[in-house]
T-cell receptor, first 115, second 112 residues
Framework: DSGVTQTPKHLITATGQRVTLRCSPRSGDLSVYWYQQSLDQGLQFLIQYYNGEERAKGNILERFSAQQFPDLHSELNLSSLELGDSALYFC??????????????FGEGSRLTVL | AQSVSQHNHHVILSEAASLELGCNYSYGGTVNLFWYVQYPGQHLQLLLKYFSGDPLVKGIKGFEAEFIKSKFSFNLRKPSVQWSDTAEYFCAVISGGFKTIFGAGTRLFVKA
């Protein structure tokens, strides 16, 4: 158990819909990261927050948004869903950021299926 | 842009064979390097990491990796693999920015 909790574990929805994925980081970790893992594209970095502020953005679509709340949990919102958004979405956390990031601790992922 | 390349997407080995998985990165400055492993049905977890010092780092379960700065490489090795090493292996890099960038992963299957 990494200490990072993600919900839901599985989600099936239809094209055009909107979903919210939730992540609770390890106790004491201030950084939260979101990654998308699909068969053909590996592990793609989406976005990072540190203590409530956005710190880095990767290949995150405009239809996707995220935030980190004062209690440090984070939510990833995916809207106007398309078939190609079907993937495993991982959340990770770390104590620090930047070159002081150290090890990332990953949740078990949320598997999204868009039909 | 910063990138990480893993040369082999799929590797099949027999038990007791030696393993070497390649990883190259594109950033020329100071880097922190990692190998993560994802066992079937589980989350990613850290195998080993390099920040500075001895370029040969040892991780869990008998894995080691060597940082060769001149080659921008951080290859993962294990002298003798076991069936339980069947997993997907990811190389990752942090450079000057905030992002930890992962390679595409290498799926290792070890035949018993």
């Amino acid at each position: 158990d990494s200490g990072v909790t993600q919900t839901p574990k599985h989600l099936i929805t239809a094209t055009g819909q909107r979903v919210t994925l939730r992540c609770s980081p390890r106790s004491g970790d201030l950084s939260v990261y979101w990654y998308q893992q699909s068969l053909d594209q590996g592990l793609q970095f989406l976005i990072q927050y540190y203590n409530g502020e956005e710190r880095a953005k990767g290949n995150i679509l405009e239809r996707f948004s995220a935030q980190q709340f004062p209690d440090l949990h984070s939510e990833l919102n995916l809207s106007s869903l398309e078939l190609g958004d079907s993937a495993l979405y991982f959340c990770a956390s770390s104590v620090g950021q930047g070159m002081n990031t150290g090890e990332l601790f990953f949740g078990e992922g949320s598997r999204l299926t868009v039909l | 842009a910063q990138s990480v390349s893993q040369h082999n997407h799929h590797v099949i080995l027999s038990e007791a064979a030696s393993l070497e998985l390649g990883c190259n990165y594109s950033y020329g400055g100071t880097v922190n390097l990692f190998w993560y492993v994802q066992y079937p049905g589980q989350h990613l977890q850290l195998l080993l990491k390099y920040f500075s010092g001895d370029p040969l780092v040892k991780g869990i379960k008998g894995f080691e990796a060597e940082f060769i700065k001149s080659k921008f490489s951080f290859n993962l090795r294990k002298p003798s693999v076991q069936w339980s090493d069947t997993a997907e292996y990811f190389c990752a890099v942090i450079s000057g920015g905030f992002k930890t960038i992962f390679g595409a992963g290498t799926r290792l299957f070890v035949k018993a």
